[in-house]
């Protein structure tokens, strides 16, 4: 673990910084480095700002090693496509045309239609990416909404 010590000027700098950022990803790092000069630990920083671990070790790691300017560059991971992106609109239309309800009929709508093996992680993916959104409804379970 990074231990983080802030002079005054550092302090300043990071505390005009964090009331200037506008983008809650940005300031989510700017306030893992605060936190972390304050003597909190990484879980108490996850539980804090509701992110995951291995960002608040990757930020205040950049922090230590390359200071504030570079903390506050966006990082740009060059992630590759999910599979299911290329079939994002034909579900956006299916969902559109019929009635998909719930998480495990989409999941079986993928498998049998586009003869992939989907699991709840792809699902989510094509949740994220469609506008399917499941409401709680007094008479069944879940309705869909679009």
């Known amino acids: 673990m990074y231990k983080i ?8 700098e990071l505390n005009k910084k964090k009331k200037r ?4 990803k ?12 304050k003597g909190r630990d990484n879980k108490e920083i996850t539980d804090i700002l509701g992110v995951n671990k291995n960002s608040v070790t990757k930020w205040v790691k950049i922090y230590s090693k390359k200071g504030l300017n570079e903390l506050c560059q966006p ?3 060059n992630r590759r496509s999910a ?8 579900i ?6 019929n009635t998909i309800s719930t998480l495990a009929e989409l999941q079986e ?3 049998k239609n586009i ?24 008479f069944s379970p879940w309705k869909s909404s679009r």
């Open 21 to 24: 950022e506008k983008n809650t």
């Open 83 to 90: 599979k299911i992106d290329d079939y994002i609109d034909k």
């Open 75 to 77: 990082i740009n991971y």
């Open 5 to 12: 010590k802030l002079s005054k000027d550092e302090l300043s």
């Open 115 to 138: 003869l992939w093996k989907s699991n709840k992680a792809g699902c989510s993916v094509v949740v994220k990416k469609t506008p399917f959104v499941l409401q709680k409804n007094a």
């Open 92 to 97: 956006k239309k299916e969902i559109k045309d």
């Open 109 to 111: 709508w993928i498998k």
């Open 26 to 37: 940005m300031y989510h790092r700017l306030q893992s480095v605060y936190l972390a000069h």
